[in-house]
């Protein structure tokens, strides 16, 4: 987001816009393999049992937590927020917007958000899917105006929620893997063994 000079008929008055996609920071893609971070496997004795009881709990820890960061995305996409019946105009058009929200907070998560993608971008994907929707039934029904409107509100949200997503990827830290049988560590903290 900048702050910008008007221009036209709101020349000289300040005001806050999505930055254009050629001024957008560049994301922060996910780790390759799908994990969110990148943790040393753990030992396993050569029946392929885990090893002792740490590692069930570690790896039962690293499953938690995966499945609770996957719900909490998928969650705010829910029905895009939508309660009790859809207007009979929007119903034909609101599956494939969810469809597109979901999709899309993936894809933001996988590309630019280092595997994550924050509730305030998830919310804004959201805006941009009901935009998108609304935009597709007043083409349908010959509003061209309105539907141009909400393509634009559809573009402006989806270059702020990416926006979002990549700052937010940028300010959080980085978890780093170290060899087996020890300890994962932020980026920036001392290494307790003194290696690096």
Known sequence: MALRT??????????????PIDEQPHGVPAPSGGAGLLQAEPARRSNGQLADRQAATELGRR???????????LAALVGLGLR????????PFLLD???????????????CGGGLCPQNAAALVQQAALAMAGSRAAYAQGDTALGAKLGVEVRQNLLGARELT?????????VQAWPQGTALRHE?????????
């Not at 920036?188 to 690096?196: A, R």
């Open 84 to 91: 009790g019946a859809a207007p009979e105009v929007l119903a």
């Open 188 to 196: 920036g903290e001392d290494d307790p063994k003194g290696s690096t």
């Open 166 to 174: 990549v700052r937010e990827a940028h300010c959080r830290p980085r």
């Open 63 to 73: 499953g938690g937590l995966a499945r609770a960061a996957k719900a909490s995305q």
């Open 97 to 111: 917007a969810n469809a597109f929200a979901t999709s899309e907070v993936e894809r933001l998560a996988r590309e």
């Open 6 to 19: 008007g221009h036209g008929n709101g020349a000289g008055v300040p005001h806050i816009e999505v930055l």
